[in-house]
Structure formats: structure tokens, C-alpha cells
């Protein structure tokens, strides 16, 4: 069990100690719980559990996975080179999981609300690595990394290898700790037996970095920053085809996103009252 879901369980478990005891002493509010299932643009699919407080105030901790299917493969072709021969391999990623707990404040009698609280989780907010091994004569060879565009200070240069099973990996990093405000509608708590919940706003990441663990001109490994002009470089020469400048946009896209301090946020959840 991660450790996200071991303080999730100990949170939850907390909440429901705590929760009767505050309800019981509003005679007019008594106890409820619901269970919930989340799609989210940042934080993929999850399970959140709702907790009514008062008429105006619910609670909601859950827990998320990005499942691979939402992140698109990006296929590149490398080179033959000394006795590496011309191969072809694509890249991919994987997110992490993150758990979150908001508090709903419904300022009428309506469903709109005001919502704050925090998401959680790794810093690597995305892991790339490519799905296709590269041959064994790749392994200690690796990929040249150009910092920039000056190729000729040998300082700059870094070499990502792959690991034994011939894959290549870095992150895409994020604040384990996002701090979300934003506004929504419906109820954690819904006054049927079922309901749905729609969220939008704001959490802030403290921006976005690429990170991989490389060789630098002494042998040692070290964890560099990937950036946008690095890459444009590393990638025009190792291509076969120097004239596909494709990526180039793609890069720039994800250039702008990573230098956001603030990611956009949007959810919608089904609760299921239980009691």
C-alpha cells in the first residue's frame, strides 16, 4: 500500500470519528455519508467519500489514478550510428496517484458552492519512458543531451541511457502539495439517493519541470533539467529525417504548461448516498 493511501485511510478514519460527534450536536443536521466516483482532467479517475457538517458545509476525501489511456504516444525514429543500427521506439508516460481533501461551502440554498482544499501526491506528476526497448547496443551508448544550442562546450553535453531492460526514463514534475480553489455545483451529500458534482478551478503546482537522471562529462549521474531548447536540439539529431520539425510545436505546448504556476482543474463525481 502507498503511503498516499496509508494517510488517506488514517484521514478518512479521523473524519469519521470526528464528523458524528460535531453532527450530533446540531440537532437539526443529523450525520450523513456518501461514496462517489470522480473523472477529473488533471487527476484522472478516483473514488472520494462525502461528508455532511452542516447544511452549508461538506467535506470530500478521495484518491485518483491518470490512467495511460488519456496521454498519447509520441513515436521518433533514431539513427544508425557506429554498431547501433537504425531503430525506431516511442515514448509514452504514466501518472501517478494523488489523494485530495476539500471542504464545499454552499453559501445558499442552491447548488452552487465555493470549494478549497488540497490535492497530494507524488512530485513525479508524470513518469515518460519509452514503450518500445531500444536494442542492447543502445543500452550503454544512450541519447546525447544538449543543454543548447552551443554544442561545442563539451560541459553542456549529458547522456540519458537506458537502463538494463532497454527503457529510458524522466519525470514530469509537480509540488507534492497543490493547494485548489474554484467553484461548483451539487452536492457531495446529495439530497436523493444519487447525485452528481461538477468542480472547476485552480490548483497551484508552483509550475512544472522535465527532469531525467543522466551522465555528465566526469561519468557521474546526476538528475538535469530537460528544457525546451535542449530538446528541440537533442531530438533534431538524433532524428532520421532532419527536416520533420513536427514536434517542435508540441514542445513549445508543453513549454508554455510547465512554466504555469497554476494548473486548471475540472471534475465531475456521481455520489451515491449511503447514509
Known sequence: MSEIMKRLLILLAALAVLLPGRASAQSSMPFEMSAGLSLGVMDGIGVELGFGVTEKLNVRAGYSIFPNMFIKDYSISLPKWGS???????????????GNLLVDFHPTAGSFRITAGLFFGSQD??????TIPLPESYHAAGVNYFVDAD???LTKWYRIQSDDK???SAALKAG????FIGIGFG????????GASFDLGLEYSGGLSLTAP???????VETI???TVGLKQTVKDIRTNKDDTSYDKYLDYVDKLRALPVLPVARISVFVKLF
Open 214 to 220: 543522466a551522465r555528465n562529462i566526469s561519468g557521474e
Open 84 to 98: 547501433n543500427p537504425a531503430t525506431e521506439t516511442a515514448f509514452t508516460g504514466r501518472g501517478s496517484g494523488s
Open 151 to 153: 554544442k561545442s562546450d
Open 225 to 227: 533539467d530537460l528544457t
Open 176 to 179: 507534492a502539495v497543490k493547494p
Open 166 to 168: 532497454g527503457v529510458m
Open 125 to 130: 506528476f508524470i513518469k515518460v519512458y519509452n
Open 187 to 194: 452536492s457531495a451529500v446529495p439530497k436523493g439517493r444519487v
